[in-house]
């Protein structure tokens, strides 16, 4: 991810540090903790990005 990279945290977060972070590229996604932004970026391509969010979308609550 680029360094001038949107990062984003879910609306549902109440701390804004218990999650994940997430920026969206044209041909990638990036996907970082939000308590440890150094430690590294989990980069994958969009349509796999997508397909994880479908996953979870679909996904029963528990």
């Not at 549902?12 to 939000?34: H, K, M, N, P, Q």
């Amino acid at each position: 991810m680029s360094n001038d990279a949107r990062w984003r945290t879910s609306s549902f977060t109440s701390d804004g540090e218990s999650c994940v972070e997430v920026a969206l590229a044209v041909t990638s996604a990036g996907i970082r903790d939000t308590k440890h932004r150094a430690g590294g970026t989990l980069t994958v391509d969009r349509e796999s990005w997508k397909l994880l969010i479908d996953v979870i979308i679909k996904s029963p609550s528990s």
